[in-house]
């Protein structure tokens, strides 16, 4: 069970959209805290087991954290876990299904950071509930999603 989702409902095929948000290079487009990264170890695009590096950034906190894509479903489901180091952070998902006039897209975070970085992340990252500020971030990344995917 996720600890935040949101959902948005956008007028192109599942298909594009699916495009988009596996195109994590992209990613920095539409999210305010992620500003894109790289593709690891010669992995070139979204594929089960394929690495990323995420850059980040909070204010003047930069931080950088490692991606393992778990899950990709063309058109269906694109997932991945994040890690910090040896440390888990988090399962991010994206699932599609297709409606009359496109596709509804459901972001969803699951924390699964230990205790004591959930406890630390107040004062170290300026964050004090990261559910209701990841709520904000991704709510505003699948609205600047959904104008990109209807361009």
Known sequence: MSDVEVRARIAAD??????????????????????GGRWLD???GPAVDAKFRGNNRKGLRRWSTTVTVTEADPGRRFAFEVTYGP????????????T???????????????????????????????????RAGMEETLAKLKATAEA
């Open 14 to 35: 599942p298909g594009t959209v699916y495009g988009l948000v596996s195109d994590l290079p992209r990613m920095g487009e539409w999210s305010p805290e992620n500003s």
């Open 100 to 134: 009359p006039d496109g596709c509804e897209v459901v972001e969803s975070w699951t924390d699964r950071r230990p205790g004591w970085m959930r406890v630390a992340s107040g004062p170290v990252m300026g964050v004090r509930d990261r559910a209701a500020h990841n």
């Open 87 to 98: 440390l888990p952070i988090s399962t991010w998902k994206y699932d599609l299904s297709a």
């Open 42 to 44: 010669g992995a070139t």
